[in-house]
């Protein structure tokens, strides 16, 4: 299996004019959240809001939190979000996926629309 990659734009909810379009966002189905590169969150002037700590290979960092508006495939969620000291890549997590109606097809290394569930 290889991997996803994607066409994210990552827009401040205060702010719609703080955008970025991250051309090659890896789509991480190992991931919770969503986490974004710091040097990101300063450009687009993202507010630090509470922290949450994680489990990585390297260890488990506590990780500032914000939330951002993401546009993926035609969808769009404004959504919580973690920052990285040490990333180089914007990895889309699980809850970002599910709550846009995504799964990943493997065979295929996409994204393909699901049904939202609220039973």
Do not use: Y
């Not at 450009?43 to 990780?63: D, I, K, M, Q, Y």
Request: aromatic content about 2%; proline content about 5%; overall charge negative.
């Amino acid at each position: 299996m290889g991997h996803v990659r994607v066409q994210l734009r990552i827009t401040n909810p205060d702010d719609a004019v703080k955008t970025v379009v991250v051309p090659d966002a890896l789509v991480d189905t190992g991931a919770t959240s969503t986490c974004v590169p710091a040097r990101l969150i300063e450009s687009l002037g993202l507010r630090t809001r509470g922290s949450a700590t994680v489990r990585t290979a390297e260890g488990v960092p506590e990780l500032r939190a914000s939330w951002a508006e993401l546009d993926l495939q035609g969808k769009s969620l404004v959504t919580h979000i973690l920052i990285s000291e040490t990333l180089d890549t914007v990895l889309v997590g699980v809850t970002t996926l599910e709550g846009m109606g995504f799964v990943v097809d493997p065979r295929g290394e996409r994204l393909v629309p699901t049904e939202l569930l609220l039973l």
